[in-house]
């Protein structure tokens, strides 16, 4: 087995290759009877563990990675110290609609039926939430669509936070700070985002918004993932979302011990797929770049 460990240098756990079976059979090779089972427990003793693939290794340059985060934790700061509102945004994971198994266990004298098959056409529909997360206030809002997950759709759940509860929270604020991740409805890349940013949150309730974007394959970093989206998850474990209001409830119910509180809008609006942004559209965006990786970070301005 000299070559079929691996192990991780700062928490000193080790995994093997060989399944117990294996190693079992070898060993029998070498006149040493001995379980699988046995082998388990030995290689449990020895501090290996089962362990999965690690998503950690990033395709962009570490260069750019590590100035794009001493970039944001500068942005970050800065906002704070204003009293300026930061959010961080993102798509979680569709949930489909109806009496279908959900992931986890539950506490409950009987389990709970639910269908043997994840057929989507007999599904209610699909749940689309799009989350913000308040840093500083700790405080959660989750818009579940019902038809795309679209630039048009991330945005129009930012406009609605804002108008039912970001500027009754900043009423002095004129600047945004949006953390997002560099990929799906909210992509650097989307003109969409960017022209209905400008459109529905700028031009409508004048203030600027300032995105920046987190390295390709670091989302995890986003602050929403491990403190909104996690917390969700855990709270609906092993209840199947056998309705839209259900899934709103388990949302809402989401409580953390350090103060986590969360609001949900249920949004049946169609969001066509696939809208084309003219030239003559994105004319009118007041973008401004910024100078430190322009691609990832820039400013929209109210016209």
């Known amino acids: 087995m000299k070559y079929d460990v691996a192990g991780d240098p700062m928490t000193g756990l080790r995994w093997v290759r060989r399944t117990p079976e294996k190693i079992a059979e070898e060993l029998k090779k070498l006149g040493i009877a001995v ?6 427990r030995l290689l449990k003793q020895m501090r290996f563990s089962l362990r999965v693939n690690y998503k950690k290794l ?24 204003r009293r300026d509102p930061v959010i961080s945004v993102d798509s979680k994971k569709r949930e489909l609609i109806g009496r279908f198994k959900n992931a986890g266990t539950t506490w409950s004298r009987v389990s709970t ?3 043997d098959h994840d057929f989507r056409s007999e599904a209610e529909g699909i749940g689309l939430p799009y989350g913000l997360f308040d840093t500083a ?9 019902t038809s795309h997950d ?10 609605k936070w804002w108008r039912r509860q970001g500027r009754l929270s900043y009423p002095e604020a004129e600047h945004l700070l949006i953390l997002a991740d560099n990929g799906g409805s909210n992509a650097p890349r989307t003109k969409a985002w960017k022209y209905y940013l400008q459109r529905r949150v700028c031009d409508e309730f004048g203030i600027s918004v300032t995105v920046i974007h987190y390295p390709p394959g670091t989302s995890k970093w986003n602050p929403i993932e491990h403190r909104l ?10 209840r199947p979302l056998d309705s839209y209001e259900t899934c709103v409830k388990y949302i809402v119910r989401t409580r953390t011990t350090t103060g986590l509180r969360v609001t949900a809008y249920l949004d049946r609006k169609d969001y066509p797929d696939k809208v084309e942004i003219t030239a003559e559209q994105m004319a009118h965006l007041r973008l401004k770049p910024h100078q430190t990786l322009p691609g990832w970070n820039y400013t929209l301005n109210p016209n």
Request: glycine share 4%; proline share 2%.
């Open 150 to 159: 679209t630039s048009e759709f991330a945005v129009a759940s930012i406009a």
């Open 58 to 81: 990033s395709s962009c340059s570490d260069e750019d990675r590590n100035q794009q985060f001493e970039y944001i934790a500068s942005l970050r700061e800065k906002f704070a110290r």
């Open 229 to 238: 989206f996690s917390e969700i998850s855990k709270n609906w474990q092993g």
């Open 35 to 40: 379980s699988r089972t046995t082998v388990a």
């Open 113 to 115: 039926p639910v269908k």
């Open 137 to 145: 206030a700790n405080r959660g809002t989750v818009v579940v669509g």
